[in-house]
């Protein structure tokens, strides 16, 4: 299975800290991606890294990518309390399947 | 911007009963997806197609059946609901693979709809 494994399962913070959430999964890849989900409702896309990247940058989200060890990281800077949301790491290898897995719940407290 | 709109945010049903899923999305992408979440689990792959009246199995298909018609439109089916299909039922469409200069794969995101809300008493 090419199922992300999201470490740890759960997180709190307080608001301004940063928060790092790690992935890591089993086979090689072509890409891997990150999404969010608040409570009670769909994913949302926040970025994605592919295979011959080892870093990248989106306003407060910082991805990385160790294709050797087969993992990634998030993290997010400065959070606030409107990140508090499921964190889902996604690696795809095939034709558009991809396998989430259980992801990372943040709670960032005000 | 992309929307992907699923027929319902909540629906009660009872054992037995058919159930139909719909969902829509107005960006014209070849892949769309059923998933189902329950907490512990993460999301699950029930089906996904990449075509019109193409269909593949993910990896949770039994129990479930799906429609696909029309590009727009991806129909997840629960022939005889049961208790142990209530969960959360996402939906999610994404452009086929496209080919980057140099024969470099660029496999596109999914983009979620919210959701529904499945209960099966």
């Known amino acids: 299975s090419q199922q992300g494994e999201e470490d740890p399962q759960a997180l709190s913070i307080q608001e301004g800290e940063n928060a790092t959430m790690n992935c890591s999964y089993k086979t090689s890849i072509n890409n891997l991606q990150w999404y969010r989900q608040n409570s009670g409702r769909g994913l949302v896309h926040l970025i994605l890294i592919r295979s011959n990247e080892r870093e990248k940058h989106s306003g407060r989200l910082r991805v990385t990518l160790d294709t050797s060890k087969k993992s990634s990281s998030l993290l997010i800077t400065a959070s606030r309390a409107a990140d508090t949301a499921s964190y889902f790491c996604?690696?795809?290898?095939?034709?558009?399947?991809?396998?989430f897995g259980p992801g990372t719940s943040l709670s960032v407290i005000p | 911007d992309v929307k992907v709109t699923q027929s319902s945010r909540y629906l009660v049903k009872r054992t037995g009963e058919k159930v139909f899923l719909e969902c829509v999305q107005d960006?014209?992408?070849?892949?769309m997806f059923w998933y189902r979440q329950d907490p512990g689990l993460g999301l699950r792959l029930i089906y996904f197609s990449y075509d019109v009246k193409m269909k593949e199995k993910g990896d949770i298909p039994e129990g479930y059946s799906v429609s696909r018609e029309k590009k727009e439109r991806f129909s997840l089916i629960l022939e005889s609901a049961s208790t142990n299909q209530t969960s959360m039922y996402l939906c999610a469409s994404s452009f086929g693979p496209r080919w980057l200069a140099g024969g470099t794969p660029s496999t596109d995101t999914q983009y979620f709809g919210p959701g529904t809300r499945l209960t099966v008493l």
């Open positions: 996604a690696p795809k290898t095939s034709y558009d399947k991809v396998i």
């Open positions: 960006m014209d992408h070849e892949n």
